[in-house]
C-alpha cells in the first residue's frame, strides 16, 4: 500500500476488529498512514461503530469514567497572565527574575549608601546578573513543566534563546537604571553581560543549563568581585580597554552556540533530566 492511497476498506474494517490476518508490515503502514490521514481516521471510526461493539462501549466507558473523574477532582487555577507574556516567561521564571531585581536593588542600595572607595557593586554584578533567571530557562529542577516543554514542538535552542531573551528584556533596564544612579554605565558592562549570558547557554548545551550558569556566577563571585572589593578597585576586566575581548569572546560563543544548537532537544545526553 502506497503511502498515497487511502486505506481500503476491508481492510479498515479488519483493523477496526483488532487486526487479525493483517501482516505485520501491513499493519505498520496503515498506522502510519492513518496518523497522517484526517479522511481515513473518520472512516477508521465509522468502520469501529460498525464491526466492534465491544470497543464502542469501552470507549462509552472511559468517557464516562473519565467525566466523572474530572468532575471530582480539583480545578486549576485560572491563567493569571496574559497569554502572550507566560509564552514569552513561564511561571517559574518570575521569582528568578524578582530575585534578580531585588539583587540588583541591593547593589544600587550598597552603592549609594557606601562609600566611594569600593568600586560599584552595581557594576560587579552586573554582568552576571541574569544568570539566575537564565538557569531555570531549562531545566528540569527549576521548571515544574520542563517535562511538557520538552514534549512540546517548539523545545530545544528556539526555546532556550527566546528565554533568555525575555530574562535580558527585564534585567538590562533594571541595570540600566541602577547604573545610571551609580555611574555605572551600560557602555562597561554590556558586553561582559552578553558575554556570560551566551556563554552560560553554550556551557549548558554541555553540563545542563543549571549548572553552567551556577559554574560561571560563582566563578565570577570568586575570581573577580571578591578580589575587586578586597582590593577597592574595579576589575581590568570591566574596564573600557576589555571590551574588544569581550566582544571576540561573544562571537567565539556565538559560533559554538550555533553549531551544537541541536544539544538541547537531543536525548542522547541525560544531563538535562538528572539536574
Ligand atoms: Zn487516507
Not at 20 to 47: F, S
Not at 101 to 108: D, E, H, R, S
Not at 192 to 210: M, Q, S, V
Not at 224 to 234: E, F, G, K, W, Y
Request: proline residues 7%; positive net charge.
Amino acid at each position: 500500500m502506497r503511502s498515497a492511497e487511502h486505506v481500503p476498506a476491508a481492510v479498515l474494517d479488519r483493523y477496526a476488529t483488532g487486526g487479525a490476518g493483517i501482516g505485520a508490515d501491513a499493519l505498520w503502514a496503515i498506522e502510519a498512514h492513518l496518523e497522517g490521514c484526517a479522511p481515513c481516521r473518520e472512516r477508521l471510526g465509522e468502520a469501529v461503530a460498525r464491526r466492534s461493539p465491544e470497543t464502542v462501549s469501552l470507549l462509552a466507558r472511559v468517557h464516562a469514567n473519565l467525566t466523572t473523574e474530572m468532575a471530582r477532582s480539583r480545578q486549576m487555577p485560572a491563567r493569571r497572565l496574559p497569554r502572550r507574556v507566560a509564552r514569552w516567561v513561564p511561571p517559574g521564571l518570575w521569582p528568578r527574575l524578582a530575585m534578580t531585581l531585588l539583587v540588583v536593588a541591593a547593589a544600587l542600595g550598597l552603592d549609594l549608601a557606601g562609600s566611594r572607595v569600593l568600586p560599584s557593586l552595581v557594576l560587579l554584578v552586573a554582568p552576571v546578573a541574569p544568570l539566575l533567571g537564565v538557569a531555570a530557562v531549562w531545566s528540569v529542577g527549576l521548571d515544574p513543566a520542563h517535562e511538557l516543554v520538552v514534549a512540546s514542538p517548539r523545545a530545544g535552542f528556539y526555546m532556550v534563546l527566546r528565554r533568555s531573551l525575555a530574562v535580558l528584556v527585564v534585567v538590562m533596564p533594571a541595570l540600566t537604571a541602577a547604573g545610571w544612579l551609580t555611574g555605572a554605565s551600560p557602555a562597561r558592562w554590556l558586553l561582559p553581560c552578553l558575554a556570560f549570558t551566551a556563554g552560560a547557554l553554550a556551557l549548558g548545551e554541555l553540563i545542563g543549563l543549571r549548572v553552567a550558569a551556577g559554574a560561571l556566577a560563582l566563578a565570577w563571585t570568586a575570581g573577580v568581585i571578591t578580589p575587586s572589593i578586597l582590593a577597592a578597585r574595579t576589575p581590568l576586566l570591566l574596564e573600557p580597554a576589555s571590551l574588544p575581548y569581550w566582544a571576540g569572546l561573544i562571537a567565539v560563543i556565538a559560533v559554538a552556540l550555533v553549531l551544537r544548537r541541536d544539544a538541547y532537544t537531543g536525548l542522547r545526553s541525560d544531563t538535562w533530566f538528572v539536574r
